[in-house]
């Protein structure tokens, strides 16, 4: 009820009466989903759920308004202001409001998230999901506060605070509501505004009755954390603690005096919030007409187990009515998100057309989704893709969305004549390009550890790229992280390289040795290299090995020099090494031995005799360590 000083000057020279009547004013919104695959990465579903209540509550058309304390239903107002996701983006192409971005940035949640991706803000209400808002569960600039800074203008949430289904519920859905009042000029009714680098008046302190919020029909208040509704904090007068801009969590009401503020911020260049509701922008943002057809597209899961009941989210726009899947095995699906299983193992291509009365359009995404073996390869694992083509020849399998995969280059390789190319040049920052192993069973692999080699080259120091190594032992559905190589320390080679980058024989590094948890140590593990891009030029990956922990124990150059030639072999093989060799192993890709020599000599030559054509996995040991390399047999 009582004034402040900061902000009412400002007001005073700029604030126009409203000139809409009771037309609502209709607000463009882009919600920008930071994520790092965390509980922030809340479906397109909760998104439009999370729209919606705030406009059923910018509305009052939530129902618990009939719960309202008596004093304050005469004044409980129809805010007059409505939210739609844009259906346009800032060059005028498709959209359906929603942008889903890669950055550990999630995790902090202050203004820097904004600097990953913000629309302009004279034509959308950015909206930033992630993962910790600073410690709050969102804030809001107001518009005097984010006029002269821009970029900083808009809304950081948590995502678990927005809608009420999915990651959030009733309670903690009235935070978005609260927050766009700051984003529209209302402060807390105890006055003040709680955001990152400002100054923030703290709830529930008796000084606060003689500061307050500008706004009339809101009594003088402490501010309430807890819903005691018949508080009279200040002058004997009931609070308002059912307020949307109080913090106590049992928000259902605007009053007509904040009605009159908000609309005249949006009446306002201040911020140029009166901008955003007109005719002109709600045609450049796409909001003026239903939405044209324009994308069939989903997400989901990429790994699964045999059996297992898989599901798809369709994140298809706009305005479709209509869905086909076809997910490779059985009939085709007519249901908006589907719900099915596979009985055998195997890569398939999944494809949706959605439609509606103007027409259809497909989506089609080839090696989409992998069903994992029943049981798993037995260890020791090694990937040096050495015997493969192509990438999907390769026990390995790539993960991507809509971006170019990773590839097998030959001729560029940490010893032998190819490795894995991940075109991370080509890459739009925050994509996830991974590779993901076979299902392995490591239950006789003792002190199991995965280690391999890299290549990479900064593009210039700002590169934000980074490498994770995880785990899983239930077909994907939950990953361990075991190694994070940020931005600081990804680089293998000095200074930055503005072109192409080709690496070198001296610009591969090992990752140091990664050890599998013993609860991980089971017949169904699969491990994920995963690039998060961040502008940096291409990445090279080599000699993938999970083994025990002493056959990987050797040093790096000792363990380069150990070679076998000739490799491929028809006859014999010999095998090049600084030691005297103590045993020779011979396994094929199940996993099993099939043949040991003892006792080798450099010269040593090692028949293949009777072993068909195929690629087998050889163990070299001396005491104490070992090392494993692939053979290739010639017929």
Same mark, same amino acid.
């Given at each position: 009820?009582?004034?402040?000083?900061?902000?009412?000057?400002?007001?005073?020279?700029?604030?126009?009466?409203?000139?809409?009547?009771?037309?609502?004013?209709?607000?463009?919104?882009?919600?920008?989903?930071?994520?790092?695959?965390?509980?922030?990465?809340?479906?397109?579903?909760?998104?439009?759920?999370?729209?919606?209540?705030?406009?059923?509550?910018?509305?009052?058309?939530?129902?618990?308004?009939?719960?309202?304390?008596?004093?304050?239903?005469?004044?409980?107002?129809?805010?007059?202001?409505?939210?739609?996701?844009?259906?346009?983006?800032?060059?005028?192409?498709?959209?359906?409001?929603?942008?889903?971005?890669?950055?550990?940035?999630?995790?902090?949640?202050?203004?820097?998230?904004?600097?990953?991706?913000?629309?302009?803000?004279?034509?959308?209400?950015?909206?930033?999901?992630?993962?910790?808002?600073?410690?709050?569960?969102?804030?809001?600039?107001?518009?005097?506060?984010?006029?002269?800074?821009?970029?900083?203008?808009?809304?950081?949430?948590?995502?678990?605070?927005?809608?009420?289904?999915?990651?959030?519920?009733?309670?903690?859905?009235?935070?978005?509501?609260?927050?766009?009042?700051?984003?529209?000029?209302?402060?807390?009714?105890?006055?003040?505004?709680?955001?990152?680098?400002?100054?923030?008046?703290?709830?529930?302190?008796?000084?606060?009755?003689?500061?307050?919020?500008?706004?009339?029909?809101?009594?003088?208040?402490?501010?309430?954390?807890?819903?005691?509704?018949?508080?009279?904090?200040?002058?004997?007068?009931?609070?308002?603690?059912?307020?949307?801009?109080?913090?106590?969590?049992?928000?259902?009401?605007?009053?007509?005096?904040?009605?009159?503020?908000?609309?005249?911020?949006?009446?306002?260049?201040?911020?140029?919030?009166?901008?955003?509701?007109?005719?002109?922008?709600?045609?450049?943002?796409?909001?003026?007409?239903?939405?044209?057809?324009?994308?069939?597209?989903?997400?989901?899961?990429?790994?699964?187990?045999?059996?297992?009941?898989?599901?798809?989210?369709?994140?298809?726009?706009?305005?479709?009515?209509?869905?086909?899947?076809?997910?490779?095995?059985?009939?085709?699906?007519?249901?908006?998100?589907?719900?099915?299983?596979?009985? !055998?193992? =195997?890569?398939?291509?999944?494809? &949706?057309?959605?439609?509606?009365? @103007?027409? #259809? *359009?497909?989506?089609?995404? +080839?090696?989409?989704?992998?069903?994992?073996? !029943?049981? =798993?390869?037995?260890?020791?694992? &090694?990937?040096?893709?050495?015997? @493969?083509? #192509? *990438?999907?020849?390769?026990? +390995?399998?790539?993960?991507?969305?809509?971006?170019?995969?990773?590839?097998?280059?030959?001729?560029?390789?940490?010893?032998?004549?190819?490795?894995?190319?991940?075109?991370?040049?080509?890459?739009?920052?925050?994509?996830?390009?991974?590779?993901?192993?076979?299902?392995?069973?490591?239950?006789?692999?003792?002190?199991?550890?995965?280690?391999?080699?890299?290549?990479?080259?900064?593009?210039?120091?700002?590169?934000?790229?980074?490498?994770?190594?995880?785990?899983?032992?239930?077909?994907?559905?939950?990953?361990?992280?075991?190694?994070?190589?940020?931005?600081?320390?990804?680089?293998?080679?000095?200074?930055?390289?503005?072109?192409?980058?080709?690496?070198?024989?001296?610009?591969?590094?090992?990752?140091?040795?990664?050890?599998?948890?013993?609860?991980?140590?089971?017949?169904?593990?699969?491990?994920?290299?995963?690039?998060?891009?961040?502008?940096?030029?291409?990445?090279?990956?080599?000699?993938?090995?999970?083994?025990?922990?002493?056959?990987?124990?050797?040093?790096?150059?000792?363990?380069?020099?150990?070679?076998?030639?000739?490799?491929?072999?028809?006859?014999?093989?010999?095998?090049?090494?600084?030691?005297?060799?103590?045993?020779?192993?011979?396994?094929?890709?199940?996993?099993?031995?099939?043949?040991?020599?003892?006792?080798?000599?450099?010269?040593?030559?090692?028949?293949?005799?009777?072993?068909?054509?195929?690629?087998?996995?050889?163990?070299?040991?001396?005491?104490?360590?070992?090392?494993?390399?692939?053979?290739?047999?010639?017929?």
């Amino acid at each position: 009820m009582r004034s402040i000083s900061f902000g009412i000057l400002l007001w005073q020279l700029l604030s126009i009466q409203p000139t809409r009547g009771q037309a609502p004013y209709l607000i463009p919104v882009v919600v920008h989903v930071i994520h790092d695959d965390g509980v922030e990465h809340i479906s397109d579903a909760q998104i439009r759920n999370g729209i919606d209540i705030l406009t059923r509550n910018w509305r009052k058309q939530n129902p618990d308004t009939v719960d309202i304390v008596a004093q304050f239903q005469p004044v409980a107002a129809d805010m007059e202001v409505e939210f739609e996701l844009a259906r346009l983006d800032p060059e005028g192409n498709c959209t359906n409001g929603i942008v889903r971005l890669r950055s550990e940035l999630t995790t902090s949640g202050t203004h820097n998230v904004k600097e990953l991706v913000h629309w302009p803000r004279d034509r959308y209400l950015n909206i930033h999901i992630v993962r910790n808002a600073a410690g709050l569960a969102g804030h809001a600039l107001m518009p005097f506060q984010a006029d002269s800074i821009p970029q900083k203008d808009g809304i950081v949430i948590q995502g678990n605070y927005f809608g009420n289904i999915g990651t959030s519920n009733d309670l903690r859905s009235v935070v978005l509501s609260h927050e766009v009042g700051h984003y529209l000029d209302l402060y807390h009714v105890w006055g003040g505004n709680n955001v990152p680098e400002f100054y923030y008046l703290p709830v529930g302190q008796q000084d606060n009755c003689d500061i307050g919020d500008e706004v009339d029909d809101t009594p003088g208040t402490i501010g309430w954390s807890t819903c005691n509704l018949a508080a009279t904090s200040c002058d004997g007068q009931v609070d308002n603690v059912q307020n949307f801009m109080d913090y106590a969590y049992c928000a259902r009401m605007f009053t007509e005096g904040q009605k009159t503020r908000v609309h005249a911020a949006l009446n306002s260049p201040v911020a140029q919030r009166n901008n955003l509701w007109t005719d002109p922008n709600h045609a450049l943002t796409g909001i003026d007409a239903p939405g044209t057809l324009c994308r069939a597209d989903f997400r989901g899961r990429r790994n699964w187990c045999v059996d297992e009941e898989v599901t798809i989210e369709d994140a298809s726009y706009n305005n479709v009515t209509s869905w086909s899947w076809d997910v490779g095995d059985g009939p085709i699906i007519t249901d908006q998100s589907p719900v099915f299983s596979y009985t !055998t193992s =195997g890569v398939r291509d999944v494809s &949706l057309t959605v439609g509606n009365a @103007s027409g #259809s *359009i497909n989506g089609t995404k +080839v090696r989409y989704l992998r069903v994992l073996e !029943t049981a =798993g390869q037995g260890g020791p694992y &090694l990937e040096g893709f050495e015997v @493969s083509a #192509s *990438i999907a020849e390769s026990s +390995v399998f790539p993960e991507c969305e809509g971006e170019p995969c990773a590839e097998i280059v030959q001729g560029i390789a940490s010893g032998g004549d190819r490795s894995v190319r991940i075109p991370n040049s080509e890459l739009s920052a925050g994509s996830t390009i991974a590779l993901t192993s076979p299902r392995l069973d490591l239950t006789s692999v003792p002190s199991p550890v995965l280690r391999f080699k890299y290549a990479f080259a900064k593009k210039d120091s700002a590169n934000t790229d980074r490498l994770l190594v995880k785990l899983s032992r239930d077909c994907g559905k939950t990953w361990l992280l075991r190694r994070t190589i940020t931005a600081a320390e990804i680089a293998t080679v000095t200074g930055t390289v503005a072109g192409s980058f080709v690496p070198g024989p001296g610009d591969w590094v090992h990752v140091p040795s990664i050890s599998v948890p013993g609860s991980y140590a089971t017949d169904n593990v699969i491990w994920r290299i995963e690039l998060v891009t961040g502008g940096g030029n291409d990445l090279y990956i080599d000699d993938i090995n999970l083994d025990n922990a002493a056959a990987i124990g050797i040093g790096e150059l000792q363990q380069d020099t150990w070679q076998l030639a000739p490799n491929p072999a028809s006859t014999y093989f010999q095998v090049a090494s600084p030691f005297a060799i103590q045993t020779v192993e011979l396994f094929n890709l199940a996993g099993q031995r099939i043949r040991t020599h003892n006792a080798i000599s450099p010269s040593e030559q090692i028949p293949v005799g009777g072993l068909a054509a195929g690629t087998y996995l050889v163990r070299l040991s001396i005491p104490g360590a070992s090392v494993m390399r692939r053979l290739v047999v010639m017929r």
